[in-house]
């Protein structure tokens, strides 16, 4: 199982000794990008890590799916992505008790691979809204589960790659992977098995 962590613009620092792979939040609807982006990033790269971004996608009814493309498409032009790099989808409730529909998070997943063919594009989501009846299972090429519980064991029957088992002192997560170069080899696209 390989190390890693998901940071924000409220994650001033974090070590990147023993991580293989770090998320950096990226934009959040259409008009928010992390101020602290670029320097988290180099910060990954420079460790060596495989590096993902996220988008927190914002939802909310009524939600025309031109909101949902408009805010795939502010995603991908300011995330930074460079070849090699996972792109992902954080579908959860806002701070007002807000979300996107399971259809505007499909719609979103999709946009961003029609986008960008050639990278990763994952879920991001907590055990309960994916266990969730109304829920699809659609998780792009691959799902990234919140649950806050044994790293590597997630309570879900479903195939996973990524999970983030903690919050303190910062979002850690473990990814289902044999080696750091089958997650880079996985990430470029070059092989469909973790």
């Not at 460790?47 to 927190?56: K, L, P, R, S």
């Not at 460079?82 to 946009?111: C, H, N, Y």
Request: with cysteine; glycine share 8%; charged share 30%.
């Amino acid at each position: 199982m390989l190390h890693g962590v998901d940071v924000s613009s409220y994650d001033s620092s974090f070590d990147v000794d023993g991580l293989a792979f770090v998320f950096v939040k990226a934009t959040e609807g259409r008009g928010y990008i992390n101020p602290r982006r670029a320097d988290q990033t180099a910060r990954a790269r420079e460790a060596g890590c495989v590096v993902g971004f996220y988008h927190f996608l914002l939802g909310g009814r009524p939600l025309r799916p031109a909101r949902i493309k408009a805010q795939a498409k502010y995603f991908v032009k300011h995330c930074g992505a460079r070849d090699g790099d996972i792109l992902a989808v954080d579908w959860e409730r806002d701070p007002k008790g807000r979300r996107a529909s399971s259809a505007q998070k499909d719609l979103f997943l999709r946009t961003v691979k029609e986008l960008r063919p050639d990278h990763r594009v994952i879920l991001y989501c907590n055990r309960s809204l994916w266990t969730d009846p109304g829920t699809t299972h659609d998780c792009g090429d691959g799902l990234w589960i919140a649950d806050y519980r044994k790293a590597g064991e997630p309570l879900i029957d479903d195939a996973w790659l990524f999970h983030q088992h903690t919050s303190e002192p910062l979002d850690k997560n473990v990814a289902k992977f044999k080696s750091r170069a089958a997650l880079k080899k996985w990430a470029t696209g070059a092989d469909d098995e973790p």
